[in-house]
């Protein structure tokens, strides 16, 4: 199909989105597998804007929870705001009331010593991920806050267990060995610590281990394998004693210390013993891909940058330019001796790929083969095509279209296929010029469209998904 490229028109995805709707039948082309059943489940910004202020960075929109439903070769969808005390606020006060990462209210001195590293001062705005927490589905930020919402009608319900710390991540893992919900949370105190837990339910949660830490680094993501976990500190960190009075938002307080080169801390799962601590060359990186134990190694890949300079390109003044210059990432892998101190890290494919995905349920912590994501085109504004890496070859495929902004791929495996990438890839991708998105589904296996169905409205760029065969 031959589609109008718009100068900058990668912008609309970073505009509010208002209407929340909720739709039986969404127009298809093309025809959908007959075995796909179930929801797919996002997480992403919507609201940029609330009266006259503005959040400042792609990270602190307020969170709209999105789904896609598919049953006998039909399409249906729903999208609702996620109802956090952060949202409701926002719209009873007509203000931002709550800090977000990179966006703080306007409060007094006095009310930010008042409130620093208490539980009210964190806002529950979970727009970055979800997962499934034994029955219940939970919306995930970096606040230790998730929400947890009904996944059919996107109802928000409450706030859940708190993570045991101040700081946490969105990309909690399972166990590759127990089927354990694995996360960290870094406490700030006059001790701080890295505390790594895992749970199965609400209210059933165990430590495993706690790190003490001077300078807590910012991480998005970490690592997991059958017998590990592995925190990748790159030198992003932070002083703690620093947060509650510096009067930046939170971001803002971490530093490049490039010197302190990336530290891998390598956890024991079943022990909560530190392993070892292994170091490599500085770098960044928001996502790992997978991990996984070959012989005396630990295999690691991530989406890597050179610095953590993306942290400040992802700020809205800068998305919002008509070609805003974004780092590459590098899809690397980082290879780890357990009886060594050093880390040797090297590409995987010369095509760059951000928002990986995998077939985790079978592959997570476990030698894999292929990974896909969303990279960008060289004079590309934004992430604008669908990226397929196989990591034993370095073979590289991609999927694009002139005009068009494809979000995280979320691979499908067809039920009783053999091959690693028998199946689907779900992306929500935004058609500038139609003004508005559509839910892309490519066969995983060749890149080949199979089908895609339109909603009527554009939907901002999101983060994260989940795709739930029982819904
Ligand atoms: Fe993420």
Known sequence: MQQTQIAGGHRLGFQTLEQERSLDAVPIEGVLPTWLAGSLLRNGPAKFEVGEHSYRHWFDGLAMLHRFSFAHGAVSYANRFLASRAYRAAREQDAIAYSEFATDPCRSLFKRVATAFSPPAF???????????????????????????????????????????????????RSPKTGELVSYATHFGPYTTYRVYAQRTRGERRMIAKLPVSRPAYMHSFAITERYVVLVEFPFVVVPVAIPLSGRPFIENFQWRPQRGTRFRVIELATGKLRGTYESEPFFAFHHVNAFEREAELIIDLCAYDDAGIVHALY??????????????????????????????????????????????????????????????????????????????????????SGTYPGEPVFVSEPGAADEDAGVLLSVVLDAAAGSSFLLVLGASDLTELARARVPHHIPFGFHGQFATEL
């Not at 919306?139 to 859940?160: D, I, Y």
Request: some cysteine; aromatic content about 6%.
């Open 123 to 173: 806002g529950d705005n979970a727009n970055v991920n979800l997962t499934r927490l034994g029955d219940e589905f939970v919306a995930m930020t970096e606040t230790p806050l998730p929400v947890v919402f009904e996944p059919r009608t996107l109802q928000t319900v409450g706030v859940a267990e708190p993570a045991p710390g101040q700081l946490t991540v969105a990309h909690p893992h």
């Open 316 to 401: 809205l003044d800068h998305l919002r330019q008509e070609h805003p210059v974004l780092p590459d990432p590098e899809l690397r892998r980082c290879r780890l001796r357990l009886d060594g101190t050093s880390v040797g890290c090297e590409p995987l494919a010369d095509v760059g790929l951000e928002l990986p995905r995998i077939d985790y349920r079978s592959r997570n912590g476990r030698p894999y083969r292929y990974v896909y994501g969303a990279g960008h085109r060289d004079g590309g504004d934004f992430l604008d095509q669908l990226v397929k890496v196989d990591v034993e070859r370095g073979e590289t495929s991609v999927w694009s279209e």
